[in-house]
């Protein structure tokens, strides 16, 4: 049998043989993933709904997720609520808007000076290992349970995670390039804007996305513990009066905003590197 028999008895690709011989058509993967996550979010809540019913597990501990779900619709009526996501909101976008800026504008200079790049780099690598939370009591001496405290814990924990990968992405700038750039007597600026910044811009919206992640997790952990206003301290007070359904539903609230979080810098990182190849595969994939 030649090719152009196979070829026609098994169909184009992407198609298959259903009743009567009819072909049919196979979802795109683009459409499969997101009902598959779909269904693992739905088999996850069923298990939160029958597992207390069970025994296993105490509805005072675990309560069913149709309790979690009233608890969050009542919440959602109140102002106190709306405050302390405001709260929240306000301090991760202060805190990683000074992180990036800071973390962007420290790798760049570090990053084209590879005697300050020298200098510097067993000081970066002793502070960057330290927990942000080892330094809640320094915020509370400084601060105390103020709005200051929690930009604290949150620019040193994101500012890390912007300064290492720019200076990741300026280590990666191609010699010859830069040679060449060199040889047409581009300045500093000229480098920088034309080949560093290009080659340095991928691994950028790669730390802003990660400080991102990490500054929330941060400013929700200052609330907690410090007492912050925000929705770890909501958490916190829910906590403590034994409201164990307000707690679930405000820890289902912190998650969404996690999703939603990096649904938006991935949505960021996309749009800066549209010209960018792995973007381009992304998209064409």
Same mark, same amino acid.
């Given at each position: 049998m030649t090719r152009a028999?196979?070829?026609?008895v098994a169909g184009p690709a992407g198609t298959g043989s259903g009743p009567g011989g009819a072909p049919t058509r196979r979802l795109p993967e683009r459409a499969v993933a997101?009902?598959?996550?779909?269904?693992?979010?739905?088999?996850?809540?069923?298990?939160?709904e029958v597992l207390p019913h069970t025994g296993l597990v105490s509805a005072?501990?675990?309560?069913?997720?149709?309790?979690?779900?009233?608890?969050?619709?009542?919440?959602?009526a109140e102002q106190t609520f709306w405050t302390a996501l405001g709260d929240t909101l306000t301090g991760w976008g202060l805190g990683l808007a000074i992180s990036v800026?800071?973390?962007v504008a420290a790798g760049l200079v570090i990053g084209s000076v590879p005697v300050l790049r020298a200098v510097t780099a067993s000081t970066i690598e002793f502070l960057r290992p330290?927990?942000? @939370? !080892?330094?809640?009591?320094? =915020? $509370?001496?400084?601060?105390? +349970?103020d709005l200051r405290s929690k930009l604290l814990l949150v620019v040193y924990a994101s500012f890390w995670q912007v300064i290492v990968q720019v200076l990741a992405g300026i280590q990666d700038v191609d010699p010859v390039a830069d040679d060449t750039a060199r040889s047409y007597r581009l300045g500093t600026w000229g480098r920088l804007r034309h080949v560093m910044w290009?080659?340095?811009l991928p691994y950028v919206m790669t730390g802003v996305r990660l400080a991102a992640t990490v500054a929330l997790i941060l400013a929700v952990t200052a609330e907690l513990v410090i007492g912050a206003p925000g929705l770890g301290?909501?958490?916190? @007070? !829910?906590?403590?009066?034994? =409201? $164990?359904?307000?707690?679930? +539903?405000?820890?289902?609230v912190t998650g969404l905003l996690g999703v939603a979080v990096n649904l938006v810098a991935r949505a960021?990182?996309?749009?800066?590197?549209?010209?960018?190849?792995?973007?381009?595969?992304?998209?064409a994939v």
């Open positions: 028999a196979v070829t026609d997101p009902l598959r996550g779909l269904a693992g979010l739905a088999g996850l809540v069923a298990v939160l005072d501990y675990l309560p069913p997720a149709s309790e979690t779900v009233r608890a969050l619709w009542h919440l959602l800026v800071a973390g330290i927990p942000s @939370v !080892a330094l809640i009591p320094v =915020a $509370v001496l400084l601060y105390g +349970a290009p080659t340095a301290q909501e958490i916190a @007070v !829910a906590q403590s009066s034994g =409201a $164990v359904p307000q707690v679930y +539903a405000l820890v289902l960021v990182e996309r749009r800066a590197l549209h010209w960018h190849q792995s973007v381009r595969t992304e998209v």
